[in-house]
């Protein structure tokens, strides 16, 4: 009997990490939703949704651009013709006004259809002024909203300026941290998460990961920290990172559970019931399991 007991726990904890590449997803760019993602990923992932859209609509420009060109010249093409036509019709009045001697009937009654005839194409003319005006007016319109490739490649280089100028910070950042020792650093990280203070909690744990100094708990700590402010995809991110360097830390069961209810919250309710039942299964009597059998019963 306890060896099957034993075959069980094994079985589900086996489970619950074997499932963990799908059930974390976070800091993925490449991603149609992306989540998890730190503050300079997220204003490089706005960047580059913003020169998608900047080509996108470079390309409709140009496509109605051309269109209307097109239009453009049908329409001077009608002009031209209309005109023509009008001409020869004037032509024939003058001919028609030579020989009316002949009969002043008939010419009385051709002349008054030449008139109308070109009272017709002079109103068309008028009309296809119009037109051409409209067309001009919505040709200047676009080109106020026209992106050139000058303007484009500004704004290349402004995302790139701008990748540099973080990068730069980062690096100002991790001098400054250089300062203390990794003990005192450390104890200054717990300080600023004990306070609240999560964004100073986050930048110190940070920096002990890149010191590589307790990396399994400070990535279990800047977990905590994007939790307590609701950033549940990031908190998700290092949770798992966390749990992939030390599996068998003290503060599991605490990861596991926050990890469900991170879950729960970003809609993933079926790897939130995994992790509940995991915490269930492996820590029976702790107060996670507790909180971990009121939440599955919630779903």
């Known amino acids: 009997m306890r060896l ?4 069980l726990a094994f079985s589900l904890t086996s489970l619950l990490f074997a499932g963990e590449p799908s ?37 409709s420009n140009k496509t109605e651009i051309e269109s209307l060109r097109e239009r453009v010249d049908g329409l001077q093409s009608v002009l031209e013709a209309v005109a023509l036509k009008s001409q020869k019709n004037r032509v024939n009045l003058d001919t028609v ?20 005839q070109i009272a017709v194409n002079n109103e068309n003319i008028v009309q296809l002024k119009t037109a051409l005006e409209e067309l001009s007016k919505l040709m ?3 080109s106020a909203t026209y992106v050139t490739q000058e303007e484009h490649k500004a704004l290349v280089d402004d995302v790139n300026a701008f990748k540099v100028l973080v990068a730069g910070e980062l690096k100002s950042r991790a001098k400054k941290s250089a300062k203390k020792s990794s003990g005192d650093l450390a104890t200054q990280a717990k300080r600023h998460y004990d306070k609240k203070a999560y964004a100073k909690a986050i930048n110190d744990y940070k920096e002990l990961v890149n010191r590589k100094y307790k990396p399994a708990y400070s990535h279990f700590m800047i977990g905590q920290s994007y939790f307590a402010t609701k950033d549940y995809g990031q908190a998700i991110a290092h949770y798992k990172e966390s749990a992939s360097r030390y599996k068998k830390a003290s503060y599991m069961p605490t990861l596991m559970l926050r990890t469900g209810y991170a879950m729960q919250k970003t809609g993933d309710n079926a790897n939130a019931k995994k992790f509940y039942r995991a915490v269930v299964a492996k820590y029976p009597n702790s107060t996670e399991a ?10």
């Open 290 to 299: 507790a909180k971990a059998e009121k939440f599955l019963a919630k779903l």
């Open 23 to 59: 059930a974390f997803g976070a800091g993925d760019l490449d991603s149609d939703n992306p989540y998890g993602l730190t503050e300079a990923e997220k204003k490089i992932l706005h960047n580059k949704n913003a020169l998608k859209q900047t080509k996108r609509k470079l390309n």
């Open 97 to 116: 006004n030579k020989a009316r001697t002949n009969d002043s009937t008939s010419t009385q009654e051709r002349l008054k259809s030449l008139e109308m």
């Open 4 to 7: 099957a007991l034993t075959l």
């Open 140 to 142: 200047d319109e676009q």
